[in-house]
């Protein structure tokens, strides 16, 4: 008889879905339990019933022939994919030996953990970092992602507030502005679409027409870089036409005055026009719609932070919102990132106080340089699991170069054979979200949830806290920490003391039960839990200041970029695709037929010149050149190319893929990442 198991889906996607697998057992023995179906759980207040394209066939993902089954070591050169099945107790022993190598001969520090989000469960993902922790490893700053965007909202409304999605059915205007929610966070769109039904517009403003602003009322297609101008010209014009909440301003905000006098009269739609290559009408025609509306909610993405003014865009996004006091209407705000509202004790489960003095520190985002440059001592031992660097990190061909030299030692803990587990010494194998229990917590709402394991795990694939088990028994370390269960550590995560976490009771989240954090539904006051130094919002940092940074709001330019010293007109975002996440996904012909077969090149007419849809064209900058297939269409800007997605560089043309042109410039603020902020020459091929 074919059961139900509850689960939950690991990738790194807001949604955190509450999934319902089917499983088969054929036959007496458990080992031949079969997932058959992945379907989206009806009784999750967000999930609601449905999964993503990308996961609803999921048991593809699962069963793929693709599937990493045993440990494998190399047998050929680095990144050629030659390798040999070896067995679990020799891939540890291998492991725990060059570990201890490279802590004898050259220092913890020459040690790298190379982590990020492939596994969104709590415990899998993290705690890994414990065993680094204690061998004195050179510390990862994960900054490959959310940083700038993080930081921006920060330093003006503070960490740990945010607007519930779900309450997005009582806005009456939802500005999307650099986020792809149908996406990248398509279980908002039904709230959305709710409070369409009863009246609200949806006006999405990014540089290209993506997914969601083909199914907007309104398209405003902005200059990449130059959010904050627009979000300054709207406050002046709503100043001008006094339509601000005077009331809130005066309440609930600090540094208005100073706005006013310093910031905003430089930003009339004229001048903003210039900057962002909007039409003034189109500006003017905005700040009406936001003035008229008694409960505008502004959904920010992430991937506007990526610019290297972008914390700088998410803070003025934030004062837009504030000048109208939208904040404390039902409906209205800004709807970011609820992760940080998940105080749990992750402490527990990374282990800090095992640190060693002070290991010095890797931005994820420089690790081509890092393998390829830093000495004393220089990385001889690389350990990467849940990321794929030779896909995903900047400066690709600096990665790969790194990833090849004959010195360094590298284990990668993998479910596929990406292009960085072909650089692999051992490859161990790793299983799918379907194949072993963890806690979850999500970015895109605000509900734990504990999965079970729904099958066993597929050939010899092991958790990473598996894993973590084994390396720490063969170094010798014999805390109980390491026997801990993934039971016992998600029990450890929830035993927080955050008001938060209030009421939220252990033994049902084990128990499997959606659990909603203790955060009461939004009312009128809700702006009280602004969580900044001054507990109002600021469009004045004094923390900013005592950081020598621009303390007050403005739009200072786009930011400085190596790229511009050669002949590189052109912009070039890279956003992600429909049907991978990140990388993941990318190993489905499936997948990559959906989106074009090969990597895509959105270009305008304007700026093709003899470029003509299905030429092959090459980009290229300072950092290499890539070959893409052309799509012209006034779906993008003049002036800013878009290639959606990260491919596998081996699905690329020369297998290259387009993250040999990104840099790793980091943001204004926070020191985030700035995929989206690269200049480019362009020619056909
Ligand atoms: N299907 C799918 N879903 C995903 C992912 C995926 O790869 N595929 N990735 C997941 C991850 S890790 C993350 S962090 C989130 C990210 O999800 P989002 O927060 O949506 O971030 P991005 O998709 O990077 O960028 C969102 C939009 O910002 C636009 N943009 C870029 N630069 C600018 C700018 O300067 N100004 C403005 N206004 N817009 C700009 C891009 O064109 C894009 O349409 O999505 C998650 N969900
Ligand atoms: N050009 C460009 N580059 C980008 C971005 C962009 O927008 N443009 N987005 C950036 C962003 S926002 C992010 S977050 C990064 C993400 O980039 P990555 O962190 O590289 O994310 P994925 O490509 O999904 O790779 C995750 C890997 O983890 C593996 N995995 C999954 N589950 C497990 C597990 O349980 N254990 C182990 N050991 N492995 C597992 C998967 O098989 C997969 O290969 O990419 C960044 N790179
Ligand atoms: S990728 Fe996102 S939308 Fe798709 S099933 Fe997973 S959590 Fe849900
Ligand atoms: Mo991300």
Redesign the pocket.
């Known amino acids: 008889m074919p059961r139900l198991v509850k689960t939950v889906c690991?990738?790194?996607c807001p949604d955190a879905c509450s999934v319902l697998v089917t499983v088969e057992d054929d036959g007496n023995s458990p080992g031949d339990a079969r997932a058959v179906q992945f379907r989206g759980d009806p009784d999750h207040p967000v999930t609601r019933g449905f999964l993503c394209g990308k996961v609803n066939t999921y048991e593809q993902q699962v069963y793929s022939s693709d599937r990493v089954l045993h440990p494998l070591r190399r047998c050929g050169a680095k990144g050629e994919g030659a390798f040999e099945r070896i067995g679990w107790e020799e891939a540890i022993a291998a492991t725990a030996g060059r570990i201890s190598l490279a802590e004898e001969e050259t220092g913890g520090e020459s040690i790298l953990q190379y982590t990020?989000?492939?596994?969104m469960?709590l415990v899998?993902r993290n705690c890994p970092s414990a065993l680094f922790n204690r061998l004195g490893a050179t510390r990862l700053r994960q900054n490959?992602?959310y940083y700038g965007a993080d930081e921006g909202y920060r330093v003006t409304v503070g960490s740990g507030y945010c607007v519930d999605p779900e309450d997005a059915v009582h806005s009456d205007l939802v500005l999307v502005w650099g986020a792809n929610v149908v996406t990248t966070q398509v279980h908002l769109m039904p709230f959305i679409d709710e409070a369409r039904k009863k009246g609200a517009r949806m006006i999405v403003i990014d540089p290209y027409r993506n997914r969601t602003a083909r199914v907007a009322d309104e398209w405003i297609g902005i200059r990449p870089g130059t959010d904050a101008a627009l979000a300054l010209s709207l406050a002046h014009i709503l100043e001008r036409d006094e339509l601000l909440d005077r009331d809130f301003i005066e309440r609930r905000t600090i540094g208005f005055k100073r706005l006013s006098r310093e910031v905003l009269p430089r930003f009339a739609p004229a001048q903003a026009a210039k900057i962002t290559g909007l039409a003034e009408e189109e500006i003017e025609g905005l700040a009406r719609q936001i003035g008229a509306a008694s409960a505008p909610l502004i959904k920010v993405g992430?991937?506007i932070g990526?610019s290297t003014a972008g914390g700088g865009a998410v803070r003025a996004i934030c004062a837009l919102a504030g000048v109208t006091g939208s904040y404390e209407a039902l409906g209205g705000g800004i709807q970011y990132d609820t992760g940080c509202e998940f105080e749990l004790n992750l402490d527990a489960v990374t282990r800090p106080d095992w640190l060693r003095g002070k290991p010095r520190v890797l931005n994820m985002t420089d690790i081509g340089p890092a393998l390829c440059e830093w000495q004393e001592p220089p990385i001889r031992f690389l350990y990467v699991?849940?990321?794929?660097?030779a896909?995903?990190?900047p400066l690709q061909t600096k990665v790969r170069e790194g990833l090849s030299r004959e010195d360094l030692f590298t284990v990668v803990?993998?479910?596929?054979l990406?292009d960085t587990a072909r650089y692999a010494d051992i490859v161990l194998p790793?299983?799918?979200f379907a194949e072993y229990a963890d806690l979850y917590k999500a970015y895109g709402h605000l509900y734990l949830q504990y999965a079970e394991q729904a099958i066993p795990p597929r050939g010899e694939s092991r958790?990473?806290l598996e894993v973590v088990q084994a390396l720490a028994k063969k170094l010798g370390y014999d805390d109980p920490w390491f026997s801990r269960d993934t039971r016992e550590h998600a029990r450890a995560l929830l035993d927080g003391s955050h008001p938060n976490l209030e009421g939220v009771d252990a033994d049902r989240v084990l128990a499997g039960e959606t659990t909603r954090l203790n955060i009461p539904r939004k009312t009128a006051g809700f702006a009280e839990r602004f969580n900044t130094p001054s507990g109002k919002l600021e469009f004045y940092s004094t923390e900013l200041e005592e950081q020598g940074l621009p303390a007050l709001i403005d739009f200072t330019g786009e930011g400085e970029s190596e790229e511009e010293a050669g002949d590189c007109p052109l912009r070039l975002i890279?956003?992600?695709a429909h049907s991978f996440?990140?990388?993941?996904f990318g190993n489905l012909e499936k997948a990559r037929r959906r989106e074009g077969g090969r990597p895509v090149l959105m270009i305008h007419p304007d700026d093709s010149g003899e470029i003509e849809s299905g030429d092959e064209v090459e980009i290229s900058n300072c950092h290499g050149s890539v070959r893409l297939q052309a799509q012209v269409t006034t779906d993008t800007n003049k002036g800013t190319l878009v290639a959606e997605g990260?491919w596998w560089p081996s699905h690329g043309i020369e297998r290259r893929g387009?993250?040999t042109l990104?840099s790793n410039r980091l943001t204004d603020l926070g020191g985030g990442?700035t995929?989206?902020d690269n200049r480019v020459a362009l020619k056909k091929i």
């Open positions: 690991s990738h790194d990020y989000a492939g596994t469960g899998n490959i992602c992430i991937g990526r699991h849940g990321t794929n660097p896909a995903t990190a803990h993998e479910r596929f990406t790793a299983p799918t958790s990473n890279t956003p992600p996440l990140n990388s993941s990260t387009i993250n990104t990442s995929f989206h």
